[in-house]
């Protein structure tokens, strides 16, 4: 299998009073065609950084890539200048964000958002991109799309401008779809509705789609892969099927637990105590977990997990899955 996308050992950090801090720590990944990868973690993991350090949409004054690379069908992307990415973002990998409505420019029509990604890439002529605009509207479920791309982004539902923003992210087939938390901002029913048409355009654009949620219901719903991440760190990473079936990271447990269920009494629903440490509270060695995870050991402060292939397809940075490493050793 061909990958898509790579990144190889990414330090992606931030300016914080003067000093750098990795926000994404080391993180080696990959996404190959028509795959569907699920990156899940609670906010302040890095999952967006990670994912704006792909695009190389960081903000430049606050924030760089430290050490690493990112590859596209073979070629390196994060070094490239602004005029190549423009070529490549929009039209060979597009981003969708929670937000919408402040993706989408409050004073433009949907119609003449839309007809600005095709001028941008393509050689369309005003007329021909409007009649394609329209096309796409309808292709992701807006009844009548040739009223809507006359319309402004505030005379839309919040599930409608999603859907324009796919819309719009899909315009030129791209071969890869980054998804940030597409659904968090809409209610329920809404959330069903877009991950459905998710699943749709990816099947017909023989897309892949890198989806960032925190909601590792939606990551069952629809990836074929996950990595869980941590405090910039991926923790664990399987096929959907053994992450749900044999969860191995205490975190990975603790988010499958906070999962809403409907068979649940809302009291019992788990959540996992404290929170993400920050950038500039890091621990800077032992597990980055260690402060929240109910079974950590003495040495977790001191001992740094390694990610490590514990089954095959597999891998996990744990120190219960470790051979044991005896704590007079570390301590020497
Ligand atoms: Fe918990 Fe220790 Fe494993 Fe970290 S290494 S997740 S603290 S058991
Ligand atoms: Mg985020």
Redesign the pocket.
């Known amino acids: 299998v061909s990958a898509l996308l790579e990144v190889k050992d990414l330090e992606t950090s931030f300016l914080i009073n003067g000093k750098y801090y990795n926000a994404v720590d080391g993180v080696s990944l990959r996404v190959n065609r028509k795959q569907i990868v699920g990156i899940v973690g609670e906010s302040g993991c890095g999952k967006s950084v990670m994912s704006l350090s792909i695009m190389n949409l960081l903000p430049k004054n606050i924030s760089r890539i430290r050490r690493g690379e990112i590859v596209f069908e073979g070629k390196r992307i994060d070094h490239l200048g602004e005029e190549e990415l423009n070529r490549i973002r929009g039209k060979e990998m597009a981003m969708i964000f929670q937000e919408p409505m402040t993706s989408l420019n409050p004073v433009f029509t949907i119609g003449s958002q839309i007809a600005e990604v095709f001028f941008t890439h393509t050689n369309l002529s005003k007329k021909e991109a409007r009649q394609r605009s329209i096309e796409l509207l309808r292709s992701v479920g807006i009844a009548r799309p040739e009223s809507v791309v006359n319309e402004y982004p505030h005379q839309l539902s919040g599930g409608m401008r999603q859907r324009v923003m796919i819309a719009m992210a899909i315009a030129c087939r791209p071969k890869l779809l980054i998804a940030d938390e597409p659904t968090t901002a809409l209610d329920v029913t809404v959330q069903a509705q877009i991950l459905e048409l998710l699943k749709d355009i990816q099947a017909t654009n023989e897309m892949a789609v890198m989806l960032i949620t925190h909601d590792l219901g939606v990551v069952a719903e629809m990836c074929d892969e996950v990595i869980v991440m941590y405090a910039g760190k991926i923790v664990e990473r399987a096929d959907v099927h053994s992450l749900f079936y044999h969860p191995k ?3 990975t447990k603790l988010l499958m637990e906070s999962i809403p269920r409907m068979d649940r009494e809302v009291e019992t629903l788990s959540s996992i105590r404290g929170i993400v440490p920050s950038l500039a509270q890091m621990p800077r060695s032992g ?1 980055r ?2 402060e929240r ?1 109910p ?3 003495p040495e ?1 402060k001191i001992v740094t ?1 390694k990610l490590t292939e514990h089954s095959p397809g597999h891998e996990v940075a ?3 899955y470790e051979e044991s490493v005896p704590v007079h050793e570390v301590m020497k």
């Open positions: 990271h205490p975190y597990c977990f260690a995870c079974k950590a050991m977790c997990p744990c120190l219960l």
